[in-house]
């Protein structure tokens, strides 16, 4: 069955640090540039962060840059987002996003992230 699981979501203080954690299964990881993905309420779907499949370039969102990391593990087939000094505007549904060209994409379900006193 091909899948994206997210974990590591939850509630977080301001200024703390999270890891998301995105498990693939049932098709070629490491041929799949991975992404993630957020949507706050009543906001579009924005681009946080892409790993090429390779692992070689990494993109982020300007509101990230810096604060962010993505990174994957061919071994455990795991997409990573390590998130730190975690702002209230970085609430937010996150989604993991697999997509290779000519072979299409997949959609994780989501976890929350919410950044509260």
């Known amino acids: 069955q091909v899948q994206l699981v997210e974990s590591g979501g939850g509630l977080v203080q301001p200024g703390g640090s999270l890891r998301l954690s995105c498990a693939a299964s049932g098709f070629t990881f490491s041929m799949y540039d991975m992404s993630w993905y957020r949507q706050a309420p009543g906001k579009e779907r924005e681009l946080v962060a892409l790993?090429?499949?390779?692992?070689?370039?990494?993109n982020y969102a300007g509101s990230v840059k810096g604060r962010f990391n993505i990174s994957r593990d061919y071994a455990k087939n795991t997409v990573y987002l390590r998130m730190t000094s975690l702002k209230p505007e970085d609430t937010a549904v996150y989604y993991c996003?697999?997509?290779?060209?000519?072979?299409?994409?997949?959609w994780g379900q989501g976890t929350q992230v919410t950044v509260s006193l």
């Open positions: 996003y697999a997509y290779r060209r000519w072979f299409g994409h997949i």
């Open positions: 790993i090429t499949s390779a692992g070689t370039t990494t």
